[in-house]
């Protein structure tokens, strides 16, 4: 099974500034098959990102994934309010498809 | 666009079946351009993949939960289902279905509403 490691934990920031989401897998993620996840209160996770670096229909260009094999990023440039948010990665490229543990991002 | 609804039981008895069923509109469960799953979130375990089904039944199962559950497909009503026998207190969680399409490389991009399954007696 891999296990996906999201730091940090959580983040405290101001609408307007950038940041960047870690997600560091325990072993290669093929295919780049690692997505990113959205999820407010009482919803269910959105689809942000697949493949990487590929987003979702809908999605604004804010929103950015990088990287491949075991290390990926999420970055989000000038935060608007409703970005603020918990933020999963998931692999998907060896069952079981396992989640991150989530980095919460909370209006400073 | 595809839309997911789940329905089924908010309560159930410890050592017994939890039975969940998703109603699959705005597309055919047979088109084969999906994945049809299941995922669960709570707040000890964080997101858990359940398993998946294809539409020629051929399935992937979480091995945590293999020995108990069963995703089916009803290609007549349209709708997948979960079942997770011998359920403990550690089965309460909020149960989604969702589907992985072939669109998105197979990334998971539709997700039911959730619901809230609580074992309990």
Known sequence: ?108 | QVQLQESGPGLVKPSQTLSLTCAVSGGSITSGSSYWTWIRQSAGKGLEWIGRIYTNGNTNYNPSLKSRVNISVDTSKNQFSLKLGSVTAADSAVYYCASQSHRYRWGTDVWGQGTTVTVSS
């Not at chain 1, 609408?15 to 009482?42: D, H, M």
């Not at chain 1, 990926?72 to 970005?83: G, K, V």
């Not at chain 1, 069952?95 to 991150?100: E, Q």
């Open chain 1, 1 to 108: 099974e891999i296990v996906l490691t999201q730091s940090p934990g959580t983040l405290s920031l101001s609408p307007g500034e950038g940041v960047t989401l870690s997600c560091r897998a325990s072993q290669s993620v093929i295919s780049n098959y690692l997505a990113w996840f959205q999820q407010k209160p009482g919803q269910a996770p959105r689809l942000l990102i697949y493949t990487a670096s590929s987003r979702a229909t809908g999605i604004p260009d804010r929103f950015s994934g990088s990287g491949s094999g075991t290390d990926f990023t999420l970055a989000i440039s000038r935060l608007e309010p409703e970005d603020f948010a918990v933020y999963y990665c998931q692999q998907y490229s060896s069952p079981p498809y396992t989640f991150g543990q989530g980095t919460k991002l909370e209006i400073k």
